[in-house]
């Protein structure tokens, strides 16, 4: 793996060099094994949390690792494009804008014993936009190279806090072209509803049940490339102990397994289906 600039992963990009990297300041990791039309995301996997502020947080550890997506980038490195968030969503959140991606208050908590300089919400903003720059790269070149694009956006959340049965797989779909996409969508959801899991774990799939698809991830991709899809995808956390801070490495291996053959076949199919021709 190499340390580089965002200007020089935008190079490699540009010049459709296959490498892996993380960011000269480590807040996000990029790999790329080969150029083809779909891209895996994990950008709320990372728990990085600069050390400038951790007297000043009132959320322990565990707290902000519970509001993360744990494992998240595991179940999707086997993947060709790859690119995830290593930095806590505490310290900004890639899935908001650049202007609310700074928590104040998280989950009903107030979330700094003392508000953050300007000089530190830039250091923050800063890895935010530079985030977002090589996500722009990366998808006009996959969009220049195949037409099209499906961005399989990999989520996961807490299912012990809701008081009903909820999906093992929620797509949230409220802002993306569903007149266009409506089918590709349904396809994914009924190929993560056939996931076999250990210990007769359920494996159910449902459309904006628990999510709807809100995030600023989702919606810039969106407004700017017609030609992609972005499948806003959470994994209820069967993968781990939600409330006792553990994780369960045989589940995600099983996840990981099976994504590793699914999301390649449904990228397929998106692809011949929008372009008529074959990967």
């Known amino acids: 793996m190499l340390k580089l600039s965002v200007q020089q992963i935008i190079a490699k990009i ?64 086997n993947q060709p494009i790859v690119i995830a968030g290593s ?45 977002y720059k090589v996500v722009n790269a990366l998808i006009e070149k996959i969009e220049s190279k195949f037409k099209v694009c499906v961005v399989y956006d990999l989520h996961s959340y807490n299912w012990k806090r809701w008081d009903r049965e909820v999906p093992t797989f929620n797509l949230g779909t409220t802002n993306i072209d569903n007149n266009r996409f409506g089918e590709s969508v349904e396809v994914w959801r009924k190929s993560l509803s056939e996931i076999e899991l250990p210990y007769n774990l359920k494996s159910t799939s449902k459309i904006n049940d628990t999510f709807f698809g809100n995030g600023y991830f989702l919606k810039t991709i969106t407004s700017k490339f017609n030609n992609t899809l972005v499948l806003a995808t959470e994994v209820k956390k069967i993968y781990c102990d939600e409330l006792n801070y553990v994780i369960y490495p045989e589940i995600v291996s099983k996840i990981k397994e099976a994504l590793d053959t699914k999301i390649k076949e449904h990228a397929t199919y998106f692809y011949n289906t929008f372009t008529n021709k074959n990967i």
């Open 87 to 131: 930095d806590s969503r505490f310290e900004y959140d890639l899935n908001r804008a650049p202007q609310e991606a700074i928590f104040e208050t998280a989950w009903g908590k107030q979330l700094w014993k003392q508000p953050l300089s300007e000089a530190m919400k830039a250091k923050s903003i800063q890895k935010h936009r530079n985030f």
């Open 14 to 77: 540009n010049s459709e060099e296959i490498f892996e990297a993380v960011a000269d300041d480590y807040s996000f990791t990029l790999k790329i094994s080969n150029y083809v039309p779909y891209i895996c995301a994990a950008i709320h996997d990372g728990h990085q949390f600069r050390k400038e502020l951790w007297d000043n947080c009132t959320h322990s550890d565990y707290q902000r690792w519970f509001e993360e997506d744990p494992a998240t980038l595991q179940m999707i490195q």
